[in-house]
Nanobody, 114 residues
Framework: QVQLVESGGGLVQAGGSLRLSCAAS????????MAWYRQAPGKQREMVAS???????NYADSVKGRFTISRDNAKNTAYLQMNSLKPDDTAVYYC????????WGRGTQVTVSS
């Protein structure tokens, strides 16, 4: 089993920044990628960014150039630096990984005011 705990969400004005963290614990030896997803009210959950153990990254078009995903493999922690935030970025942000199974955190709320 892998447990994922997100932190760092909050309320920020448009144009501001937030940094999310996702700490993984438990059977982390089989984790390959770590990813951030988000779900806004009334919308489907969507992938925001992902990063492999080797550092390869992938981003949704809507966040390219504004968000940066990184990870500290020694700490089993992934980060999402979010800059130039927009009201459309308002959502619950979830951390996701997989090994033997698929794992999700409980999410952290990000609210961007206009």
């Amino acid at each position: 089993q892998v447990q994922l705990v997100e932190s760092g969400g909050g309320l920020v004005q448009a144009g501001g920044s937030l940094r999310l963290s996702c700490a993984a614990s438990g059977s982390t030896g089989r984790i390959n990628f770590m990813a951030w997803y988000r779900q806004a009210p009334g919308k489907q959950r969507e992938m925001v960014a992902s990063i492999t153990t080797g550092g390869s990254t992938n981003y949704a078009d809507s966040v390219k150039g504004r968000f940066t995903i990184s990870r500290d493999n020694a700490k089993n922690t992934a980060y999402l630096q979010m800059n130039s935030l927009k009201p459309d970025d308002t959502a619950v942000y979830y951390c996701h990984t997989s090994g033997a199974y698929s794992y999700w955190g409980r999410g952290t709320q990000v609210t961007v005011s206009s």
